[in-house]
């Protein structure tokens, strides 16, 4: 049986992480709170961010920001995008 969490980005009972997807600390408040499908809407987040800002992950300062915003995406509530963001369903 599928081990499941109280997710905390959605608010139910659901599927959690087979592992933790991330190091340290954050690594196991993810896999101790977040499912699998609020992991992924992040990882679809993570993706537009990476884009619209034209990030590579190697950088340090690019890796801190996305980590703040992985914070506030999965536990504060949601994060904001870009502000020029337009959504492909709406170009």
Known sequence: MARTVQCAKLGE???GLDRPPYPGE???RIFENISKQAWQQWLG???MLMNEYRLTPI???ARKFL???MEKFLFGGG???PPDY???EER
């Open 79 to 81: 994060a904001t995008p």
């Open 86 to 88: 337009v959504p492909p």
């Open 13 to 15: 009972e659901l599927e």
């Open 59 to 61: 950088e340090p300062k």
């Open 45 to 47: 987040h993570q993706t």
């Open 26 to 28: 954050l690594g196991k």
């Open 67 to 69: 980590e703040t915003e």
